[in-house]
């Protein structure tokens, strides 16, 4: 009378384990060569090691494990925020230089909301999918701006760039969608 339910393949939860594991097999021994050198050299090298793993695993769940094609912007904003709290981690555990503040993190940003933006219209998902995701890259870009004025960036032009993509994008999409662009805020941020 009823169909027989069908097996449910783990398939995905098993590497998901696999990967938990090795990811803190691989920091633990880590931490714990780190402690043992501690004497012959003082370094926390131990948490860049952490934060590289955790960024590759990210990676590697984002692209083999959840697939890519549905979420492209939610897979770019983690992907955005994972590197940047990976190279930040390791630029500051380095000596902090300033190379990722003033070079690498406004390059990243801008590549990844250029990448976004690209997808959205050639997919046509501006507003139904990135939409959320593109504003925060946004945000994010613009945000530049305020570490520059608190005197933490010493090279403008990277970031203003950035906050130039940024402006561009968002004045775009102001100039060209008007009634939608409102229409779309109203309901994301549940404002009439």
Same mark, same amino acid.
């Given at each position: !009378?009823?169909?027989?339910? =069908?097996?449910? @393949? @783990?398939?995905?939860h098993?590497? =998901?384990?696999?990967?938990n594991?090795?990811?803190?097999?691989?920091?633990?021994?880590? #931490?714990? %060569?780190? !402690?043992?050198?501690?004497?012959?050299?003082a370094?926390?090298?131990? $948490? &860049?090691?952490?934060?590289g793993? %955790?960024?590759l695993?990210?990676? +590697?769940? /984002?692209?083999? #494990?959840?697939?890519?094609?549905?979420?492209?912007g939610?897979?770019?904003?983690?992907?955005f &925020?994972?590197? *940047?709290?990976?190279?930040?981690?390791?630029?500051?555990f380095?000596?902090? =230089?300033g190379?990722t503040?003033?070079y690498?993190?406004?390059? &990243?940003?801008?590549?990844t /909301?250029?990448i976004? /933006?690209?997808?959205?219209?050639?997919?046509?998902?501006?507003?139904?999918?990135?939409?959320?995701?593109?504003?925060?890259?946004?945000?994010?870009?613009l *945000?530049?701006?305020?570490?520059?004025? $608190?005197?933490?960036?010493? &090279?403008?032009?990277?970031s203003?760039?950035?906050?130039?993509? $940024? $402006?561009? +994008?968002?004045? /775009?999409?102001v100039l060209?969608?008007?009634?939608?662009?409102?229409?779309?805020?109203a309901?994301?941020?549940h404002?009439?």
């Amino acid at each position: !009378m009823y169909p027989l339910p =069908q097996p449910i @393949k @783990k398939t995905r939860h098993y590497w =998901q384990q696999a990967l938990n594991l090795s990811q803190w097999l691989i920091v633990g021994s880590s #931490l714990w %060569l780190n !402690m043992l050198t501690w004497q012959i050299h003082a370094f926390w090298w131990s $948490a &860049i090691v952490f934060s590289g793993c %955790l960024y590759l695993k990210k990676v +590697i769940e /984002v692209i083999f #494990l959840h697939g890519t094609y549905r979420h492209v912007g939610q897979t770019l904003w983690k992907n955005f &925020i994972f590197l *940047s709290v990976f190279i930040l981690s390791l630029d500051y555990f380095l000596g902090y =230089q300033g190379w990722t503040l003033n070079y690498l993190l406004p390059i &990243i940003s801008v590549s990844t /909301v250029l990448i976004l /933006v690209l997808w959205s219209l050639i997919k046509g998902t501006v507003f139904r999918q990135e939409f959320g995701y593109l504003l925060c890259l946004i945000t994010a870009n613009l *945000s530049l701006l305020w570490l520059f004025i $608190a005197g933490k960036l010493t &090279i403008f032009w990277p970031s203003g760039l950035s906050i130039l993509t $940024a $402006a561009l +994008i968002l004045l /775009v999409l102001v100039l060209f969608t008007g009634t939608k662009l409102k229409s779309e805020v109203a309901r994301r941020f549940h404002y009439k």
